[in-house]
């Protein structure tokens, strides 16, 4: 369930009345909550406990109530628990300090560090605040290291967020042109909505005709205009009022969404009366294609006849640019198709993966006159990937100057429809990203981890040191926008998981090697190839001790135990072979399948070397054998790293051989087994070996120090083996040959076999 206290969205009609002269205004509450989750030490993205909440349009005020609890009673120390806020897509954070990939470029979130020792809670509140997903991530400080066997008791953390909100359900909109009457107080300001269009360039709200109503004073404005939203990385626009009026202007504002405007007084206690109008301008519409889209589909479908069959009258974006690209440059364009809008195609590849091509062939047209507009919308389950753009120069045809450059920027909410040297990439409230190729640098990459969750518009133009490019005017760029789910796939040392959140999918890289980084870059503490080679030599040969092992098996005619000692040795081996993290790897099968039989194996040797211990029937002990085989199997479907998967075999095992022991001993009037030699220098080395092995297992392995630790578990678990196994049965027969190895020889008398009279001695120990 996506809610756990609250089943779902609680809406609460909570109304808290705003006296005006115009009217009243009336707020709701809207509550939601997220189950608790367990946090876990930051070692790579997906340790991050990630949770979506989404702030509908017009919320005044939102409240984040951030708890974070201990699950254990034992004393754990205090622990720092960071929090992580953005607007539009996951927050992309390095807690470890670790270096980006080239050409990557992110914005920082905000960040609150939570102090816990057994309980705490802290809020976070946000003025009007941007509406859409916003995503809190939360983590423990960074990974010490060391190996946590599963099962164990450990300090334990769970995160909870929760989040109230105060909405506006009758916000006034202002309309193009039109004065609006209203109030404001320093506890009560005016709250209102305009609708930017798209392909606007600008956009002003003036106050006018202020009073506050108060002597000689009232003339005094004391007011403070708000436009936009805070969306954490970028505040509203404030412009501070005084006098009659004042107005704030916007260039290049966001498109095609509402924008909020707030008014507030700054004075206490005086309530200001004013007149407030928007208006905006559309300085530059691309030319229409018309509603016949006859042409587009046939493009789509590839018919070869579409370069023949497109008529004047049906002409549409992409025949006027090829045609324009095949004319002069002086050619003049009309006055309102002042900007190349080129129609992308969008294509949905795999999950996390988007592929956006120009409809009229991947070379796009570009020239100093005016700017090349390419349009990439981003919906909210493509915020989980990284947007890559590659801009590559065409130099096959057109030769630039060392002067010239091709400038791109690629901005959300709204182009830069003027590039030059002066003008930055970014927009009136959001920042975009810049790029230039040119003769000398032919290729650009720009690479966004967790893009917003908006339209993204890419602006191309070429630009020159002087006003006239000369003879080079017109040039071809190859821009390639996709998105995929990680950066680069993350390298050689690195693998790219597909993360989720409730239904929400992310994609990170998971390091190997010592390498770090977003995309498994960084090199500063990776581990060389030598370190590598011995790390896998080791955890692969040190299985071989169990050599001894089966040979002792063998010549004391435990066969069965034997074959599962063989089956241990063998898939250890193979599966610590794929288990590598670097490049020193071998796979003979499925790495999964190498891990359940090697995880099998094990548990399936302690199971048969105890029991073997406990000298009971052959029947009742082959019996045994292959129904708690089953068992175990089952369990390791389950859940194989389990303790109980371990835990479980061996205790019942030992029961069966503290039984069997305590029999035998009651029976006989003395300890069993009887010789002190066996106890002195079998059973307690034996013992001993296992319990060193147990200790370095769940105590001592960290990711430093895995491959020796491990090997030492390998061998010292072999090695008990040798020194636990009993001595071999007496008249037994194994192989269905007696003991020696020789053929016995029987006399018949009239047709019959003489039978050679033996007692079988159970439970015999020499």
Not at 85 to 109: D, E, K, M, Q, Y
Not at 316 to 329: L, R
């Amino acid at each position: 369930m996506e809610f756990s206290f609250l089943r779902g969205l609680l809406f609460v009609s909570l109304t808290a009345w705003t006296f005006g002269d115009d009217g009243q205004m009336t707020f709701v509450s809207e509550l939601s909550s997220k189950p608790a989750q367990k946090l876990s030490k930051y070692g790579w993205y997906g340790s991050v406990r990630l949770q979506r909440f989404h702030i509908p349009e017009e919320t005044a005020i939102a409240r984040w109530l951030f708890t974070v609890t201990k699950g254990h009673n034992f004393h754990c120390g205090q622990r720092n628990v960071t929090i992580h806020i953005r607007w539009g897509a996951p927050p992309v954070i390095n807690p470890t300090g670790s270096r980006f990939p080239n050409h990557t470029l992110w914005s920082p979130c905000l960040s609150l560090i939570l102090p816990v020792t057994s309980h705490s809670s802290t809020t976070f509140n946000l003025s009007n605040p941007a509406p859409g997903d916003w995503y809190v991530a939360a983590h423990l400080p960074e990974h010490d290291g060391r190996i946590e066997q599963k099962g164990f008791p450990s300090c334990s953390y769970f995160f909870q967020p929760q989040l109230s909100v105060r909405r506006a359900v009758d916000t006034p909109t202002l309309q193009q042109g039109t004065f609006l009457q209203q109030t404001a107080a320093s506890d009560r300001p005016a709250r209102l909505k305009l609708y930017v269009p798209e392909f606007a360039s600008s956009l002003s709200v003036s106050v006018a005709d202020c009073s506050s109503g108060e002597g000689s004073d009232s003339g005094n404005c004391s007011l403070v205009l708000k436009l936009g939203s805070s969306s954490l990385h970028r505040g509203p626009l404030t412009v501070n009022c005084s006098g009659i009026g004042c107005s704030a202007a916007l260039s290049n504002p966001p498109w095609d969404t509402w924008l909020r405007v707030v008014v507030e007084s700054s004075q206490d206690n005086r309530t200001v009366t004013f007149s407030i109008v928007s208006n905006y301008t559309v300085g530059c519409k691309p030319k229409s294609v018309g509603l016949k889209a006859d042409d587009d589909i046939n493009k789509l479908r590839g018919n070869s006849s579409y370069s023949n069959s497109t008529s004047v009258g049906n002409s549409s974006v992409v025949t006027d640019t090829v045609a324009f690209s095949n004319q002069s440059a002086s050619t003049p364009l009309p006055a309102s198709a002042c900007v190349w809008s080129i129609p992308v195609l969008y294509e949905e590849v795999d999950v996390l993966s988007l592929r956006f091509t120009a409809v009229n062939g991947p070379n796009v047209s570009v020239t100093h006159t005016h700017p090349t507009l390419l349009t990439y919308p981003l919906h909210t389950q493509a915020t989980g990937g990284t947007l890559n753009l590659q801009l590559t120069l065409n130099t096959t045809n057109v030769t630039l100057g060392n002067s010239s450059n091709v400038v791109a920027c690629l901005s959300p909410w709204a182009p830069v429809l003027q590039l030059n040297h002066s003008q930055p990439c970014r927009t009136a409230l959001f920042g975009g990203y810049g790029a230039r190729v040119n003769a000398s640098v032919p290729k650009a990459v720009v690479r966004l981890p967790f893009p917003q969750s908006t339209t993204w518009y890419l602006t191309l133009q070429l630009t020159c040191n002087s006003s006239d490019c000369g003879n080079t005017s017109l040039v071809s760029v190859v821009p390639e926008v996709f998105l995929s789910a990680c950066v680069e796939d993350c390298g050689t040392y690195g693998e790219c998981r597909l993360l989720r959140s409730y239904s929400y999918l992310y994609a990170a890289c998971v390091c190997k090697a010592g390498w770090n980084g977003w995309g498994c870059t960084d090199d500063s503490t990776a581990q060389s190839y030598r370190r590598q080679l011995t790390a896998a030599l080791l955890l692969t040969l040190s299985n071989l001790a169990f050599l001894p092992a089966i040979v002792v098996a063998v010549m004391r005619f435990y066969i069965t135990e034997a074959s599962v000692y063989l089956f241990t040795m063998f898939f250890s081996t193979f599966y610590h072979a794929c288990d590598q993290p670097g490049i020193a790897v071998m796979c003979i099968m499925d790495y999964d399948t190498l891990q359940y039989c090697d995880f099998l194996g094990s548990v399936c040797s302690i199971w048969v070397t105890i029991l073997c211990m406990a000298r009971i029937r052959d029947t009742f002990k082959y019996t045994v054998f292959l129904l708690g085989a089953l068992l175990i199997a089952m369990s390791m479907q389950l859940d194989r790293k389990g303790l109980w998967n371990l835990l479980g075999p061996v205790l019942c095992a030992l029961l069966f051989m503290v039984t069997a022991w305590v029999y035998r001993g009651v029976r006989r009037r003395q300890c069993y087994p009887p010789s002190w030699k066996r106890w002195v220098f079998y059973l307690i080395p034996g013992i001993l070996c296992a319990l060193i092995g147990v200790c370095l297992y769940i105590f001592a392995e960290t990711e430093e120090n895995y491959y020796y630790t491990h090997s030492l578990w390998h061998i010292l678990v072999a090695i008990c083996v040798v020194f636990l196994l009993p001595p071999e049965e007496k008249n037994r027969e194994a192989w269905g040959l007696s003991r020696g190895w020789s053929w016995s020889w029987r006399p018949r008398v009239c047709g019959y076999t003489l039978c050679q009279s033996s007692k079988d001695e159970l439970y015999a120990v020499t």
